[in-house]
């Protein structure tokens, strides 16, 4: 059985998450049919009130993510690996101290 509750963090599908509650055993699936209407809804709400904690720190995170894509300056975790055929040339190159992952001449981490 699945117990499943979807949220997008914008107007587009780009950003589509899911949060599920499923039986991995047969005991499991038994008693989770077990459960009458209002106790599915109960677990469904107890669900929606995670996703939406969840989509709040998602909404931070992704703030963050685009005021740093606005500079070179991203955490090591973010920063995207460069394709193979660019290696060396930097798309940011205007900047001298950028400190993205392509790793160009006038690309190095600043000091």
Do not use: F
């Amino acid at each position: 059985m699945l117990i499943e509750r979807d949220r997008y963090l914008d107007d587009s599908a780009n950003w589509h998450i899911s949060l599920a509650l499923q039986s991995r055993s047969l005991k499991m699936h038994s008693l989770l049919t077990a459960l009458t209407i209002e106790e599915r809804r109960a677990v469904s709400d107890v669900l929606a009130r995670a996703l939406n904690d969840v989509i709040a720190i998602l909404h931070e995170k992704l703030a963050t993510t685009e005021s740093s894509s606005q500079s070179c300056r991203r955490s090591p975790s973010m920063r995207p690996d460069p394709p193979a055929s660019s290696i060396g040339r930097c798309p940011r190159r205007a900047r001298a101290k950028c400190s993205c992952a392509w790793r160009a001449p006038a690309c190095v981490a600043p000091t």
